[in-house]
């Protein structure tokens, strides 16, 4: 499963989407961290991040790290 991790009102996290969609991912979940306190720790100056299964990509990711991350999660 592929996730967006990412924060409400947040310009990193909108060029991710727009990563996203240029690798043809049309699938994905995204996962808001405000307001949750282990989220926000782990995830607080980091966001955006793309997780696929265990595999983590920080920011910033290209559309050709996106397509590769898929293939081999």
Do not use: H
């Not at 969609?21 to 995830?43: C, H, M, N, P, W």
């Not at 100056?45 to 793309?50: C, E, H, N, T, W």
């Amino acid at each position: 499963m592929l996730i967006l991790i990412q924060r409400d009102d947040c310009a990193l996290c909108d060029l991710a989407w727009e990563v996203l969609s240029q690798a043809g991912v049309r699938d994905f979940e995204s996962q808001y961290i405000d307001g949750d306190a282990v989220l926000e720790k782990t995830y607080g100056s980091r966001v955006p991040v793309l997780r696929c299964n265990a595999v983590e990509l920080n920011w910033p990711f290209t559309a050709e790290q996106v397509r590769k991350l898929i293939s081999e999660g």
